[in-house]
């Protein structure tokens, strides 16, 4: 995983993130997600991920699976 930090603001943070993952039976993923981060009192508060291809993600995990 690579990551950037795109903007932050306050207690929030967001996170350009490319992803790359490989299943057991050969299937690639690759690609990019934000992340949203919120902190409270220097500790990690919420997490939100949004990917930008769903579909390739859940096909993605589905089979690595099986």
């Keep these: 995983m690579d990551a950037r930090v795109i903007a932050a603001h306050d207690s929030d943070v967001v996170v350009l993130w490319h992803q790359r993952g490989l299943s057991p039976k050969g299937v690639r993923f690759d690609g990019e997600v934000l992340g949203l981060y ?29």
Excluded: I, N, P
């Design 38 to 66: 919120t902190f409270r009192e220097g500790k990690l508060s919420c997490a939100q991920m949004f990917y930008f291809d769903t579909t390739a993600v859940a096909r993605f995990l589905a089979e690595a699976r099986h």
